[in-house]
């Protein structure tokens, strides 16, 4: 098949190698007149593959998405027309549930301010002293891939596990650790709250003030999954006005051009998309996507 690679810096060549070893045909540009050739399209995340630029592949038949989010892709038109959608789910979780468990421990105990202190001279702060992830409750909002690998990495630390995922009965949720609780249960008990669900149309603009004010004072509140979940505007506001107490945000409604209001917000701690980031990730994504391609056929 002739093989369109939209992303190329984003692509692994292991997953390029692969899929020309098996006989597909890879363009890495398009002139006008190769639009019309175009089989399949490989992205990553940053390809919006909106209505109109998908009317540009007249013949397009699969899309190949390295990695799981779907979000970037007019879902509607992709089955109106009858194009398969084929990604890597799982193949970044690793990277994500180690992410979160570094940002967790980092948050909780301060690290960011205290080495902020230092390197202006000045010792530890009283203020600022940490507490400890055992014994405090994890609120996970979605169960899939990386909340249920966050949960066995986790258990050593002897924190408990708070999950919200109505897609998912308690008994599944109970054989990994977590109880299955509402969402307005998880935001009232939970010391920290972490985000791993996907971007659609019932989950966007989840996460607003109504939820912040139900949120215990002292919550570290963490997004890795998709910046739209989040109303930027309230959590700026509710973090300045210590509704809630920290945060941690990886990922932003538009990017790499972020709302430069977080920049100045002190109790937050951003990272531009890089949970997973990673060389295992780059690698995974890419190759599992091609390799559920070549099964798929
Ligand atoms: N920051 C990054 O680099 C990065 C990397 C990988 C994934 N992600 C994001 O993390 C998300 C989760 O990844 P995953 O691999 O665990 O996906 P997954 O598909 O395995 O799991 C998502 C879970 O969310 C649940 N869910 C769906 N709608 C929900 C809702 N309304 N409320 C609560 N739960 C709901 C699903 O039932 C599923 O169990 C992805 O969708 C993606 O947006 C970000």
């Not at 509710?238 to 709302?259: G, M, T």
């Not at 430069?260 to 701690?269: E, I």
Request: a positive charge; charged letters at 25%; proline letters at 2%.
């Amino acid at each position: 098949m002739l093989i369109y690679v939209a992303e190329k810096n984003e692509i692994h060549p292991s997953a390029i190698k692969l899929l020309k070893d098996n006989g597909h045909r890879l363009l890495f540009s398009l002139k006008n007149e190769n639009y019309k050739n175009i089989e399949v399209i490989f992205i990553r995340t940053y390809t919006k593959l909106d209505k109109k630029l998908l009317n540009s592949f007249v013949n397009l038949k699969y899309i190949l998405r390295a990695g799981a989010g779907i979000d970037n892709i007019d879902i509607q038109e992709v089955q109106r027309r009858n194009i398969k959608i084929i990604t890597s789910p799982g193949s970044n979780a690793n990277s994500v549930a180690e992410f979160v468990v570094g940002i967790m421990i980092f948050l909780i105990k301060n690290i960011n301010e205290q080495s902020a202190r230092l390197h202006k001279g000045e010792w530890r702060d009283k203020s600022l002293m940490g507490d400890d992830l055992n014994g405090k409750v994890l609120g996970l909002v979605g169960c899939g891939a990386v909340g249920k690998l966050l949960v066995k990495k986790l258990h050593g630390f002897e924190v408990n596990f708070l999950g919200y995922d109505p897609y998912l009965d308690d008994v599944t949720l109970k054989d990994f650790g977590i109880e299955k609780v509402s969402l307005q249960n998880l935001l009232k008990k939970s010391d920290i709250i972490s985000l791993h669900l996907p971007l659609t149309p019932e989950t966007a603009n989840m996460f607003a003030l109504k939820e912040f004010k139900k949120m215990k004072k002292n919550v570290i509140f963490i997004n890795t999954s998709r910046g739209k979940l989040v109303n930027d505007k309230d959590l700026i506001y509710a973090l300045n006005k210590k509704i809630i107490a920290k945060a941690a945000v990886d990922v932003f409604e538009s990017e790499p051009i972020i709302n430069k209001k977080f920049l100045s917000v002190k109790n937050l701690f951003l990272t531009p998309h890089i949970a997973a980031f990673t060389t295992n990730s780059n690698l995974e994504m890419s190759l599992r996507a091609a390799q559920n391609f070549i099964s798929s056929l």
